[in-house]
C-alpha cells in the first residue's frame, strides 16, 4: 500500500523567504507524485506532478519539486515566499500501475502562513 | 486547465433530509470521477469512485446506501447524503479524471452544515 507523510502540520515564512515543504512517499512501484494547493473553502489546485523523467519538475506560481528516488522524497520548494502562497498543501502518491484509475492518496496537508 | 463545477458550494439542511451535490466536467468527458470527504484540518479522505454507465466503487467503512453515487452520463456524477445528520456535516469535493487518465481536475467543494 502506498502512503505519504508531509513533515510538518504548520509552516511558518516571512515574505521574501524560501518555502521549503517536507513530502517523504512509501511505494512499492516507483510512483507518480503530485504537489495541490487548497485554499480556504475551496477545491485543490494542481501545482506540479512528476510522473517520468526530468526529476526535478516546475510548477506554477514559482514553485517546484524534486523527485529523490533513494531518500523517497518528494519535497515542495519556493525561492520567495509571497503573501499569496498562504493555503493548505497537500503532496499525493499515485500507483502508475493502476491502469485506468487516478487513485491519490494523500498527505495530512502543510498548512503554510507567511508573514509581512 | 480544464474545469470541473460542483454545486451547491454550500448548503444547510436539516437532519433526515437528503441532500445532492453535483459535480460536472465543463471542457471535457470524464468517465471517472471521485468523491472525497475533508474533516475540518485533515486530509481528503477517498469515499467512492464513480465510473459512468457502472456502479460506484466504495471505499471500505463508506456506507453505499448511505453516499448514493450517479454517474449517469459523460459530464455529470452526483452524490446523494440521504437521511443526513450531524455527523455528516463537512467538505465534500469531487474530482473527474481526464481523457486517457491523464490528470484529475478538482471541483471546488461543498460545504454541507446538517442541524
Known amino acids: 500500500a502506498q502512503s505519504v507523510t508531509q513533515l510538518g502540520s504548520h509552516v511558518s515564512v516571512s515574505e521574501g523567504a524560501l518555502v521549503l515543504l517536507r513530502c517523504n512517499y512509501s511505494s512499492s512501484v516507483p510512483p507518480y507524485l503530485f504537489w495541490y494547493v487548497q485554499y480556504p473553502n475551496q477545491g485543490l489546485q494542481l501545482l506540479l506532478k512528476y510522473t517520468t523523467g526530468a526529476t526535478l519538475v516546475k510548477g506554477i506560481n514559482g514553485f517546484e519539486a524534486e523527485f529523490k528516488k533513494s531518500e523517497t522524497s518528494f519535497h515542495l520548494t519556493k525561492p520567495s515566499a509571497h503573501m499569496s502562497d498562504a493555503a493548505e498543501y497537500f503532496c499525493a502518491v499515485r500507483d502508475p500501475t493502476q491502469g485506468g484509475s487516478e487513485k491519490l492518496v494523500f498527505g495530512k496537508g502543510t498548512k503554510l502562513t507567511v508573514n509581512p | ?115
Not at chain 2, 433530509?17 to 485533515?42: G, H, N
Not at chain 2, 457502472?54 to 446523494?80: C, M, P, R, W
Not at chain 2, 450531524?86 to 469531487?94: L, N
Request: net charge neutral; aromatic share 10%; proline share 3%.
Open chain 2, 1 to 115: 486547465g480544464a474545469v470541473v463545477s460542483q454545486h451547491p458550494s454550500r448548503v444547510i439542511c436539516k437532519s433526515g433530509t437528503s441532500v445532492k451535490i453535483e459535480c460536472r466536467s465543463l471542457d471535457f468527458q470524464a468517465t471517472t470521477m471521485f468523491w472525497y470527504r475533508q474533516f475540518p484540518k485533515q486530509s481528503l479522505m477517498l469515499m467512492a469512485t464513480s465510473n459512468e454507465g457502472s456502479k460506484a466503487t466504495y471505499e471500505q467503512g463508506v456506507e453505499k446506501d448511505k453516499f448514493l453515487i450517479n454517474h449517469a452520463s459523460l459530464t455529470l456524477s452526483t452524490l446523494t447524503v440521504t437521511s443526513a445528520h450531524p455527523e455528516d456535516s463537512s467538505f465534500y469535493i469531487c474530482s473527474a479524471l481526464t481523457p486517457l487518465n491523464t490528470e484529475a481536475f478538482f471541483g471546488q467543494g461543498t460545504r454541507l452544515t446538517v442541524v
